[in-house]
């Protein structure tokens, strides 16, 4: 048989063995900075020490000193830092901290010595994970998607795309985090702050609906190359829909061939986009107009006064009040 210098893992520590109890619930922050490995190599200890100092700094600031104070399993991973911490302080993170943070940063980087300027991605996620005061405390999968969710291409498409002089901090939270902070009505910021995106990392088994948000954006936030096609163009669609008037009573809905077909018996008609000034229809007895086709109008007749200034293109100017068809 062959030996082992170790002894094989009791049945009780293998997964699907038997049912026990959750290890409690954290909340994780992980920071990374920005072009890490393109400054001198000289310079890569000096980031790795200011980067927990300006989160000590932005904590402080905030208000939220007990947070940094009584941080769980901490670790420097070289170009960032990453703490767990009591969820209940989660919508506090998502605001102040984070736009406390944007700002603790423009300072340093206003005020920093030589060429280095530190901006930050951060995530926010909620687990659970082993928390016990031992040396491997804080590993499990939502530590990794924590750090997944760091690296993904939203998040890093964000920053790289903003201005540098104005956009210091880009946050990328979870689906979970999002929806027990900020969705539930418990952060400081209303859920329209906030973007939906599709969370991949190139070359890694990731793909999670995410959420960005940027204390101080700068550059077109709607950007396919950042957010995707799908994500920029149901953006679109919901504004192209809230932009659209209301039209009165539509009536059946298309009349085919790009006719539709609207009602406003006894009432005023007005439909269209009206610059410079508005025109309104009188529609007499009940009857109305039936369809509408490119820049034609057909059906019953139109009576009423016409007044007012029309400027643009006219086609047949009609004067005074006339009954009877137009033809």
Same mark, same amino acid.
């Given at each position: 048989?062959?030996?082992?210098?170790?002894?094989?893992?009791?049945?009780?520590?293998?997964?699907?063995?038997?049912?026990? %109890?959750?290890?409690?619930?954290?909340?994780?922050?992980?920071?990374?900075?920005?072009?890490?490995?393109?400054?001198?190599?000289?310079?890569?200890?000096?980031?790795?020490?200011?980067?927990?100092?300006?989160?000590?700094?932005?904590?402080?600031?905030?208000?939220?000193?007990?947070?940094?104070?009584?941080?769980?399993?901490?670790?420097?991973?070289?170009?960032?830092?990453?703490?767990?911490?009591?969820?209940?302080?989660?919508?506090?993170?998502?605001?102040?901290w984070l736009h406390t943070l944007q700002e603790t940063l423009t300072e340093? +980087?206003? /005020?920093?010595?030589?060429? =280095?300027?530190? %901006?930050?991605?951060?995530?926010?996620?909620?687990?659970?994970?082993?928390?016990?005061?031992?040396?491997?405390?804080?590993?499990?999968?939502?530590?990794?998607?924590?750090?997944?969710?760091?690296?993904?291409?939203? =998040?890093?498409?964000?920053?790289?795309?903003?201005?540098?002089?104005?956009?210091?901090?880009?946050?990328?939270?979870?689906?979970?985090?999002?929806?027990?902070? =900020?969705?539930?009505?418990?952060?400081?910021? /209303?859920?329209?702050?906030?973007?939906?995106?599709?969370?991949?990392?190139?070359?890694?088994?990731?793909?999670?609906?995410?959420?960005?948000?940027?204390?101080?954006?700068?550059?077109?936030?709607?950007?396919? %190359?950042?957010?995707?096609?799908?994500?920029?163009?149901?953006?679109?669609?919901?504004?192209?829909?809230?932009?659209?008037?209301?039209?009165?009573?539509?009536?059946?809905?298309?009349?085919?061939?790009?006719?539709?077909?609207?009602?406003?018996?006894?009432? +005023?008609? +007005?439909?269209?986009?009206? /610059?410079?000034?508005?025109?309104?229809?009188?529609?007499?007895?009940?009857?109305?107009?039936?369809?509408?086709?490119?820049?034609?109008?057909?059906?019953?007749?139109?009576?009423?006064?016409?007044?007012?200034?029309?400027?643009?293109?006219?086609?047949?100017?009609?004067?005074?009040?006339?009954?009877?068809?137009?033809?």
């Amino acid at each position: 048989m062959p030996q082992f210098d170790q002894p094989l893992p009791e049945a009780s520590a293998l997964p699907f063995s038997r049912s026990r %109890r959750l290890p409690p619930y954290r909340g994780i922050v992980a920071v990374d900075a920005k072009d890490f490995t393109g400054y001198p190599a000289i310079e890569h200890g000096m980031i790795s020490q200011a980067v927990p100092q300006v989160l000590q700094w932005s904590f402080e600031r905030a208000g939220l000193a007990e947070v940094w104070e009584g941080r769980r399993f901490p670790a420097s991973t070289g170009d960032g830092y990453v703490f767990g911490f009591d969820p209940a302080w989660m919508p506090f993170l998502i605001h102040p901290w984070l736009h406390t943070l944007q700002e603790t940063l423009t300072e340093f +980087n206003v /005020h920093s010595v030589g060429t =280095v300027r530190i %901006r930050l991605r951060v995530s926010l996620h909620i687990g659970p994970l082993p928390d016990t005061g031992g040396e491997f405390d804080g590993n499990g999968t939502p530590r990794n998607d924590t750090h997944r969710l760091l690296d993904s291409r939203p =998040v890093k498409a964000m920053l790289a795309a903003s201005n540098e002089s104005i956009t210091q901090v880009a946050a990328i939270l979870s689906d979970r985090c999002y929806q027990d902070a =900020v969705a539930g009505g418990f952060t400081g910021r /209303h859920p329209d702050h906030f973007i939906e995106v599709p969370a991949t990392v190139e070359g890694k088994k990731f793909d999670q609906r995410a959420w960005l948000y940027v204390p101080a954006p700068s550059g077109n936030l709607y950007d396919r %190359r950042i957010l995707g096609d799908a994500v920029v163009g149901e953006h679109e669609r919901v504004r192209a829909e809230a932009a659209e008037p209301a039209a009165g009573q539509v009536d059946g809905g298309s009349a085919g061939n790009g006719a539709v077909s609207y009602r406003a018996d006894g009432g +005023n008609l +007005n439909t269209g986009t009206v /610059h410079g000034g508005q025109s309104v229809t009188n529609v007499e007895g009940g009857q109305h107009v039936t369809e509408v086709r490119g820049d034609s109008f057909g059906g019953d007749y139109v009576a009423g006064h016409k007044a007012g200034t029309v400027h643009g293109n006219l086609g047949d100017v009609i004067h005074g009040d006339r009954k009877g068809r137009r033809r």
